[in-house]
């Protein structure tokens, strides 16, 4: 056990391993219709909306809130070491799950009508539009304010203290945009609202 789960690859992969197990001990449907794939992409999708949330969750419920306490001295573990990591799944997962949630929606059949906000796509229209606003600012607004913020990218001090600032309140705004997001997202399973 020790030597899987001292790997996070090993640790993904006995997971994976799980899975099918549990797949062919239940006899669960893998039949590979269209309609399996679709489920199959609503795994994939979810699982990426996890990880981009979850590490979204993390940056504002534990690692803003925890730097005014840490010593300055001890400061370059975040901004050197963990953010820049928690950076790198937090906007590929963002792409990830941007992609597979439109694969989804093209393979449900209804991309077009969900867009346009149409009934009985409603919810779900409003769920994407919203999850594209929380990937742009991601890539277009947070993650080039934070390269600036973390020392990858050099600029003055004025404006490291700016970038800084942006980032924060726009990644405030995407966990504020998160809640009406992800009950959209399950509301339309849920014959919408
Ligand atoms: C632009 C980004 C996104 C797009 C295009 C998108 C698209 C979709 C679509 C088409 C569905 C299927 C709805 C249905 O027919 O039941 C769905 C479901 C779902 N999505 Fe997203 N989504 C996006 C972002 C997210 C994010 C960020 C999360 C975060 C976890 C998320 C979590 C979910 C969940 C939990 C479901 C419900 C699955 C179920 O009820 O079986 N989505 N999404």
């Known amino acids: 056990m020790g030597a899987i789960f001292q790997s996070l ?19 669960a449907n893998v039949a590979g219709s269209d309609a399996w794939w679709a489920f199959f992409m609503r795994w ?9 949330i979850g590490l979204l969750w993390y940056f504002n419920f ?14 370059p573990a975040i ?31 209804y991309i077009a009508s969900a867009l346009a906000l149409q009934r009985p796509f409603t919810p779900i229209g409003i ?9 742009f600012n991601v890539w277009f607004i947070i993650w080039p304010n934070q390269k600036k913020a973390l020392g990858i990218v050099t600029v003055e001090p004025a404006e490291k203290a700016k970038a800084a600032r942006l ?5 405030r705004a995407n966990t504020m945009l998160s809640i009406p997001m992800l009950f959209c997202m399950v509301a339309q399973q849920n014959n919408g609202f």
């Open 127 to 135: 769920g994407m539009w919203i999850a594209l606003v929380m990937a």
């Open 9 to 27: 690859g090993r640790t993904l992969l006995a997971g994976v391993v799980l899975l099918v197990l549990m797949v062919l001990a239940t006899g």
């Open 44 to 52: 994939l999708h979810v699982l990426s909306g996890v990880l981009w």
């Open 167 to 171: 980032a924060m309140l726009t990644s």
């Open 62 to 75: 534990v690692q803003i809130p925890s730097m005014p306490k840490i010593p300055d001295e001890q400061k």
């Open 79 to 109: 901004s050197k070491v963990i953010a820049p990591e928690a950076l790198f799944w937090f906007r590929w997962a963002a792409l990830s799950t941007v992609i597979t949630g439109l694969l989804l929606a093209i393979m449900s059949g």
